[in-house]
Each structure stands twice: as C-alpha cells, then as structure tokens.
C-alpha cells in the first residue's frame, strides 16, 4: 500500500492564492474547483455516466484510497465553500433571507465533505502501518474544525463557534512551532491569522471580558475544547512534535534566514513571500558581506554577475509583495499577533533590499572604473588618455543612478518612519551629488570649460555643507545603511579633494587666459599698496599706544609746499613764444555787404 502525502493546508493555500480567492474572486475560484473535481472523477473513473437516473458510487476501502480521492474530497468542500462565501457576501449586501438560506446550506455541504475528509485520513492513520502522518491527519483536523466553527458563528451559535475555532487555532500553534520548513510555517500562520478575527469576534458576543486577548483564549480554552473535539489529540500532538524533531535537521536550503529591521525580527507569513525570498537567499550567497569595501578588482565581473542574480531574484519578491499589499486592501485583513508586520511594510521592506542591493552593486561599478590604472609611457600613453577622459562621463551616469536610487529610497515609508534612516540617506544622497558634481566637473576639463568647471565644483561645496549638516543631526550608522559605507573622513577628503580641483582649474583657466599659471614674484595686496600711497598713518600715536619711543625723523615737506615749489619751477622757466597765427583770406563781400557797410562783416 502506498503512502498518501496530501497536505490539506498546503493545496488549500496553493490553490487559492492562485484562481483568485485571494482577491475575493469566488466565482473564478468556485470554477476552478468544478474543473478540478471533474478532472479527478474522470481520472479515479468514478463519473456518474450519461444516464438521468443517479447511481450511488461504492465506498472506496481504506486500503485502496489514494491521493485523488483525498484530494476529490478536498475540493468538493472547497467549491462548496467558495459558492457559500459568495452567497453569504450578497446577503449583506441584499439582505434577502433567502440567499441566506441557500448560503447555509452550502456551508453545511462544505462541513460535510471536511468531515469525510477527516474520517478517511484516521482510517489510514490508525492502520499499520499508518498511511498518512500525523502532520497531514492535523492539517485536515484543522481544516474541518475552521469551516465548521465559522458556520456556528454565522448561524450565531457563539459558544460552539468559539469551541471549534480555538480547536483549530490550538493545533495550527502545534503544527507551527512544530514545522520542519519556512514555507510550512509560514502557511500554518496565515491560517492562524484567518481564525483570530472569528474567535474574536465570538468572544465579544459571548461578553467575555477580555475577547481581544486571543492568545489568552487559546491558551485557556485550549486543552479542554481539544480533548472533546479532536479524537486522541495528545497521541497526534506528540506524533507532530516528533515529526518535527526529525525535520528540525534537514534541508538548509528550506529554512528562511531570519529577517531584522532596526532590532527587531520580521516575521515573513506568506508562503509565496517565502519561497521568494528563499531564491533571493540563495543567490546572494558568495557576495561580500553589506558595506565589504575591499573588494579586489579581479573579482569584480564574478560579483557583477552574482548582483544581478541577486536583483533579478528582489524584482521578484518585489512584485509577490506588492500583490500581497493589494490584496490585503481588498481584504481589510491584519495579521493577529501583536506587533506583526502588515504586507504593506513588507512591500516597502522588500522595495528598500533591492534598492540597496542595486546601490552596492553600483558602488562595485564605480570602484572597478576608478581602479585604471594611470597612463603609462610610449605609444600607449595617447588611448589611455582617451580612456580616462571617458572614465568621468561613465562614473557620472554610474552616480545618477545611485541617486535615483537612494531618492526611491527616501519615499518609502519604511524610511520615513525613522528620523535617523532619513537624515542617513539625506547624508547619502548630498554626498554623491557632490561627488557627482566633481566627476561633471572634469567632463569639461578637456573641452576648456573652465567656468562651467568651476561652476560645478562651487556646486559640489554646497552638497558638502549638507552632507555635514546631515551627519550633524545623525545618530550613528545603522546596519540598515551598511550597504552604503560612508564615515564623516570620506566627506572631510572629498571636500579637500573638490577644493584642490578648482583651485588647478583657476589656474588652468588663468593661464588658458594668456597668464602665467604659476608666479614666483611677491605681489603686494592692492588694498595695502594704495592706502600707503595716498594716507599718512598717524605713527606717533600708534608707537605711544605700543609703548615705543617714538624717534625724532627728518621734517617731511607737506604736500602744499612740494605744490608751491612746483609752482615756482614753473614760474622761472621761460615760456615759448608763440607763432603768429596764420591769416586767414576773407571772401569777397557781395552787395548787400557794401550796402549796409559795415554793420555786417566787421571784425
């Protein structure tokens, strides 16, 4: 006889998370479990033929059962489930009793084809050698004992409601705490965080006074709900337990990392989510640790590979998260364990480790161009040259994406929420914009711009100021910035390095000029050489101020006697005769000249 592997919660969480039930599409999900159902009757060969008369199919023994008429078992309830959720959302809409009657009843076949689930699987647990392992008969425990504790609760049967839901909830905690995988931990809790509202919700209409306290509840209620519900619930407790024991050593490569943000753990609880951060865990193995600097230039291109394994595998998880925050706005559903993680901060998470990631990778690129090595003598000299003008245009676009990235950063609200990750990044983003200035900068250099250089570089000392105003306000550095090594020595030598770079271009530019680039004569300040020129210092008083004796020093002429002797030279130096003007001829005056005689012409 063989073994029946069926998971009942793993092929509920596969395949509703599929077909659309996790959008609330009930109707695309209730056609895919008819689909499905229509397929196993075909492929078990238990289909009722073509005749209108309906002839009960024979009870399958235990011994012959297989996974497919588990699985048929399985989604007969599901689509009958499905189709009553559906209902159930047009009554409160409609609030037609009838379609609420019918959604009952649908409801009570999903609790009938649950328990016929459940009764198959400990037939084949309690055979020997049992066929099925106390993992699976739980996962199908619980299975039931949910669908049958919502009916209570929407029929408005609290108490039994409440009984059936902690059932279910006691042994997800045991299947959970005992899962041999991330991705089965992960499926247990989600189920978990589908029961805490309904016993929640029980609680407070049974008026007890803590409802809110689920875990209170559970913990209560636990034990005593399950020995009346769960038929040898110690015996299949401590089988799981056992189980996973046995698990516990096995594959690595299944056991997510644990995951931390400012201190504290993430806990991941979406199996989807999980089996992409899995592959983006995987890749990332054999890349340097985050904020590693002293990377060789040799194995670069190996790591330049590996980071775009690792982005492709984060472009993944990225899109799984954005779903999932999706669908939780559609659902108004909040994980029940206190101080959880919504799928909106797990979005924003994921969107801020690719970001990182894309910036280290960056960072790797800038290195590498930077490591030239200079021009070397002979004919090479010319083409290496060439190449380091063309080094400064691709390190400037190698910075702009930088900065696009670290803004991105900067709106997400996983950033927004700390004081001390946002004047971090803020620090980040003024650094590279004037390291991308400096870079810019000598982008000109060669065509004999020097005043948009210079520009530049007095651009590049302003993004400086900001950097130390940043690091100012900053605490110290987080592991949430460690991808981008920065230290208050890095800005201090880039400013130093900026300062150095505009005062070569001035000079360059003075002497593309037609001046001299550098001057060995001692050129006294202007402002000193004409003030001594024009004012008479008061010394006498300066020196009795100091305390100095003043000497006696030769009577200087003042400026009206050098002004009157000046006068005197002139006075005594002959004059030059000056020569006759030369005559000028007078034309002949006409007759109107001689008439008035000599009013007009007269000199």
């Not at 987080?478 to 090594?485: D, G, Q, R, S, V």
Request: a neutral charge; proline letters at 5%.
């Amino acid at each position: 006889m063989s073994q029946v592997s069926t998971r009942t919660l793993q092929v509920v969480s596969d395949e509703r998370g599929a077909y659309g039930l996790r959008y609330n599409d009930h109707a695309r999900y209730r056609k895919h479990c008819g689909n499905k159902v229509h397929r196993l009757r075909r492929s078990l060969k238990m289909t009722h033929g073509k005749g209108r008369e309906f002839k009960k199919l024979p009870v399958v023994p235990p011994e012959n059962l297989k996974d497919g008429h588990i699985q048929l078992h399985l989604f007969e309830s599901e689509r009958a489930y499905s189709f009553a959720q559906e209902l159930y959302e047009q009554f409160t809409k409609s609030d037609d009793t009838r379609t609420r009657n019918i959604s009952m009843g649908r409801f009570r076949r999903a609790v009938k084809w649950s328990g016929q689930l459940l009764s198959e699987l400990q037939e084949l647990h309690e055979a020997q050698p049992p066929r099925i392992s106390s993992t699976g008969l739980a996962e199908a425990t619980a299975y039931h004992l949910a669908i049958r504790g919502r009916l209570f609760r929407l029929q408005d049967e609290f108490q039994p409601g409440l009984e059936a839901l902690v059932a279910a909830r006691t042994v997800l905690d045991v299947l959970s705490k005992a899962a041999g995988s991330s991705r089965d931990h992960a499926i247990y809790v989600q189920f978990s965080d589908e029961v805490a509202p309904e016993i929640r919700h029980c609680g407070h209409e049974l008026g007890l006074a803590r409802a809110y306290d689920i875990d209170g509840i559970v913990t209560t209620l636990g034990n005593k709900v399950a020995s009346v519900l769960i038929k040898d619930h110690e015996k299949l407790f401590a089988g799981i337990k056992s189980e996973g024991a046995d698990n516990q050593g096995g594959d690595k490569v299944k056991q997510l990392q644990e995951i931390t943000w400012e201190g504290k753990p993430i806990p991941v609880r979406s199996p989807e989510l999980v089996d992409a951060l899995l592959r983006v865990q995987q890749a990332s193995d054999g890349l340097p640790t985050t904020g590693q600097t002293n990377v060789k230039p040799t194995q670069t291109r190996g790591l330049i590979t590996k980071f775009d394994g690792v982005l492709l595998a984060l472009s993944e998880a990225e899109d799984v998260a954005k779903k999932l925050a999706d669908a939780q706005k559609t659902t108004s559903t909040q994980p029940s364990e206190p101080g959880a993680r919504d799928a909106h901060f797990i979005s924003s998470f994921v969107t801020y480790q690719l970001l990182s990631r894309r910036t280290q990778r960056d960072l790797l690129l800038t290195q590498a161009l930077l490591a030239t090595p200079p021009p070397g003598p002979g004919k090479q000299s010319e083409t290496s040259q060439l190449t380091d003008h063309r080094v400064a245009p691709a390190v400037v676009k190698l910075l702009d994406t930088i900065l696009q990235s670290l803004n991105q950063m900067r709106s997400l609200s996983v950033v927004d929420e700390s004081a001390d990750l946002t004047m971090g990044i803020e620090g980040r983003m003024s650094y590279t914009k004037a390291r991308r200035a400096l870079f810019l900068s000598r982008t000109y250099e060669p065509h004999n711009k020097f005043a948009e250089a210079v520009a530049l570089t007095q651009r590049a000392n302003l993004h400086l100021r900001e950097a130390h105003t940043s690091f100012a306000d900053a605490g110290e550095d987080t592991p949430e910035t460690a991808f981008y090594p920065l230290t208050l020595d890095s800005v201090k030598e880039l400013e130093k390095d900026v300062q150095d770079a505009e005062t070569d271009l001035k000079k360059r530019w003075f002497a593309y000029n037609g001046g001299k680039a550098s001057g060995t004569q001692h050129q006294k300040p202007v402002f000193f050489d004409i003030a001594l020129n024009y004012i008479e210092l008061p010394m006498e008083k300066l020196q009795g101020k100091a305390g100095v004796a003043s000497k006696a020093q030769p009577a200087k002429n003042s400026p009206a006697v050098e002004k009157r002797v000046l006068a005197e030279r002139k006075a005594a130096e002959p004059e030059p005769e000056e020569s006759a003007p030369t005559p000028v001829p007078q034309q002949s005056q006409g007759m109107l000249g001689s008439l008035l005689g000599g009013w007009w012409g007269r000199k």
